[in-house]
């Protein structure tokens, strides 16, 4: 899960760095943008959240959580079949 976290981060910060990049350069060919100045604000800010949160998650790539053994099956003795007929099962 980590790694398709890091890698949607890492697409999201170049999408954002090439938005920024584009409204400071040549902001003529984003349409409908009344403030360029905020919109290129507003795409640094969301490269930034990118930016932590592929940071995080090659964190977590590299020191896994440790509750990944309770998640684990522990054999035929954890599982049940019922046993019984359902009620009324059949009748109709």
């Known amino acids: 899960m980590s790694v398709t976290c890091a890698l949607y981060s890492f697409s999201g910060l170049l999408f954002c760095l090439w938005v920024s990049i584009i409204l400071e350069k ?3 060919f984003i349409n409908g943008i009344e403030d360029y100045e905020e919109a290129r604000e507003s795409a640094v800010g969301a490269m930034g959240l990118f930016a932590i949160t592929l940071l995080y998650s ?3 790539i590299y020191n896994p959580s440790e509750d990944k053994d309770e998640l684990e099956a522990e054999g035929m003795e954890g599982y049940q079949l019922n046993t019984g007929v359902a009620p009324g099962y059949g009748s109709r």
């Open 58 to 60: 090659i964190y977590k």
């Open 26 to 28: 040549q902001p003529f």
